[in-house]
């Protein structure tokens, strides 16, 4: 039996789009994944042989509940006994203005991206450290680096946040042989992106040196990368993967 076989992952925001395929990418390596998001039972029958062998668990709960957030790692950790990455990936975009944004969308944004990535990471740290091993990859964004396009000030500001914590994380966690890194997409094809205008599409192509979107694949198999690949050098850093439409 292959040692992935025993590995375990907790993916947030899990039930579509980028948050999927990574999920789906570590099932189909071995590993056994715990699905976190909030609607997981539109995927449920795809993934109810997993869930029956013991290898996948559903998790149905909102990332800034942080007894639910206690309540997931206790339960991986009585079922699986260890957690050998955590990728923080639930997130939500809007494209509000400035002088349109309220006090509860600012809050709620940040509560869901930045919020859960500082407490699911917080509650997994003290797993981590006590098995001297572990990945934490943070799904930051392009907007978090690049300044709003299209995108609101709250998303921005958290997904700039994403890549602080990322760093503090880093610190403090190396000495225990775990690492903190962060992914920063752009212009990934999801479920989201199929119900825009496709002029609109064809436009911010235009805005990509290689000419195409990404694919919710191609995230996942850089994420499964920073976590099963020989990484332990690699913390506190941001992965740009935007089809060229920021190079730093
Ligand atoms: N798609 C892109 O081009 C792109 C670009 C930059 C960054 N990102 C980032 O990648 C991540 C995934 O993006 P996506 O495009 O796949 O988004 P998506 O909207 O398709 O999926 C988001 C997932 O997060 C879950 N989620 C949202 N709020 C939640 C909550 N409160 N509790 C639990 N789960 C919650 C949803 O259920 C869904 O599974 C996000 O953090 C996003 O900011 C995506």
Redesign the pocket.
């Known amino acids: 039996m292959d040692v992935s076989e025993h590995r375990t992952v907790i993916v ?9 395929a990574i999920a789906g990418y570590f099932l189909d390596n071995g590993w056994r994944v715990a699905f ?4 997981l039972e539109q995927i449920r029958s795809r993934f109810q042989a997993k869930l029956d062998s013991g290898e996948a668990l559903f998790f149905e ?4 509940d942080n007894a639910k957030i206690a309540e997931c790692v206790s339960v991986v950790m009585e079922r699986w006994g260890r957690v050998d990455a955590l990728v923080n ?5 809007t494209g509000t203005s400035i002088a349109d944004t309220t006090p509860e969308e600012w809050n709620r944004i940040m509560s ?2 930045l919020g ?1 990535t500082f407490f699911f990471s917080q509650a997994i740290a003290p797993v981590m450290k006590q098995q001297s091993q572990g990945r934490i990859i943070n ?5 978090g680096q690049f300044g709003p396009m299209t995108s609101s000030a709250a ?1 921005s500001a958290s ?1 700039a946040g994403q890549l602080a914590l990322t760093k503090v994380f880093a610190r403090e966690l190396a000495p225990y042989s775990v690492t903190v890194n962060a992914v ?10 199929d119900k825009m205008d496709p002029a609109f599409i064809e436009k911010m192509v235009e805005t990509i040196p290689v000419g195409r979107v ?1 694919e ?1 694949e191609e995230v996942a198999e850089l994420v499964y990368y920073l976590a099963a690949g020989s990484t332990g050098f690699i913390t506190g850093a941001t992965f740009d993967i935007n089809g060229g439409r920021l190079m730093r």
Request: neutral net charge; proline residues 5%.
């Open positions: 947030t925001g899990s039930s579509q789009g980028i948050g999927l976190v998001s909030l609607d709960m909102d990332v800034t990936n639930a997130g939500i975009r869901v991206n859960s799904m930051s964004s392009f907007g998303y997904k920063a997409p752009a212009s990934v094809r999801t479920p989201e992106m990404g919710s």
